[in-house]
């Protein structure tokens, strides 16, 4: 029996899930169907923040553990992508959070909203350092399609991590996984140095991102469509609201148009490991709403976890339901499981 295990999917959550492993000292191969930088991880904002993620009661420690990793990470932002900015949560108080708001540091309640400093994220740099880092690990990454799960896990001596996103819908399938549209814009920064998000409740949004590439200017939240082309009238309308906040955005020169469809899932974030019916262990970590980013390391090494009690608590398969233990195909096996 072999210690290596296959991730499927390219996106933050299959590249961190295959850093956690190859880490901690499996083989690990990545199959994605799309090479990172198209995938809807590239076109995140990104800010830090437990935005439109299930389960409530579980997403807290996830988020909070993946902070503790990204507040690390900043400290080289010229290589990781990931710089510690202050911004402003309008419409939101401390004492209007979940319980995962006492663990967030320097939270204050200003005239104009929440104020905090908190990881702001550049995808297209992130997801290649996590790809090197990966690499250095030992890891591949291969861009390849998968049609059936147990392509990667064909035998009781493999192991699939199922980190597909929206593509997990046809791959599982899960017909609760659908998709909520976002659409942003880039345009050059006009000067703007603090994030800032505004009420979050419906399917149109405000948010203005600083990155290093330009600034985000959001955006939408449509559930249920499935179009991937950007729509003028949409962005217009973005550009708008944004202005309404800074005027200086209005004159702003437009340098792209981003649409990505964010993976929700009835039920929330699905993470558990299953028996397949060609005897291989499948863990599944999707269904991360608009939060793949925020909860990406705590999912990540929970993923791990689950997989190194399968298989015995590292690499190859030894104890606690492992390959001889006679899962039936398809069964939950009876570890911490989510979803």
């Known amino acids: 029996m072999s210690g290596e295990v296959v991730v499927v999917g390219g996106g933050v959550a299959g590249l961190t899930t295959a850093v956690v492993l190859a880490e901690s000292g499996w083989s690990v191969r990545v199959w994605s169907r799309e090479p990172a930088e198209r995938t809807c991880s590239a076109v995140a904002g990104a800010l830090w923040w437990p935005y439109r993620v299930e389960p409530e009661e579980l997403v807290g420690d996830w988020s909070l553990d993946s902070l503790r990793v990204y507040e690390e990470l900043a400290r080289t932002p010229e ?15 401390p004492a209007g959070l979940g319980a995962w708001g ?24 992130h997801l290649r350092y996590l790809r090197r880092r990966l690499e250095a690990a030992g890891g591949v990454v291969e861009q390849r399609g998968v049609t059936r799960l147990a392509e990667a896990a064909p035998s009781p001596g493999h192991a699939v ?27 050059e920064n006009p000067g703007v140095e ?76 699905r993470l558990e ?48 339901g492992g390959a001889g233990g006679g899962a039936a195909p398809g069964r939950l096996l009876g570890y911490r499981t989510f979803g």
């Not at 006492?102 to 740099?125: K, N, Q, Y």
């Not at 929206?166 to 659409?183: K, S």
């Not at 909860?295 to 399968?310: D, K, P, T």
């Open 79 to 93: 290589d990781t992508g990931v710089r510690l900015v202050a911004g402003v949560m309008a419409g939101t108080t």
């Open 102 to 125: 006492a663990g967030v540091a320097g939270l204050t309640d200003g005239s104009d909203g929440l104020r905090a400093v908190l990881p702001l994220i550049d995808m297209p740099a």
């Open 161 to 187: 991590v199922n980190c597909t996103g929206m593509g997990a819908r046809e791959l599982v399938p899960d017909g609760g996984v659908r998709p909520v549209r976002g659409q942003l814009v880039v345009v």
């Open 194 to 269: 603090e994030w800032y998000v505004g009420a979050t409740g419906g399917a149109d949004s405000v948010y203005l991102f600083p990155q290093p590439y330009g600034l985000v200017l959001g955006g939408t939240a449509q559930e249920d469509q499935w179009g991937q082309e950007p729509d003028p009238a949409v962005a217009r309308a973005i550009v708008e609201r944004c202005a309404r906040v800074r005027p200086e955005v209005a004159g702003a020169k437009m340098l792209e148009h981003r649409v990505g469809l964010r993976p929700a899932r009835d039920g929330g974030v």
């Open 273 to 320: 490991a299953e028996r397949l019916s060609s005897g291989g262990l499948c863990v599944h970590n999707y269904g991360h709403g608009g939060a793949g980013v925020t909860v990406a390391w705590g999912c990540a090494r929970e993923a791990a976890r689950l997989v190194g009690a399968v298989r015995g608590g590292g690499p190859g398969w030894a104890r606690g």
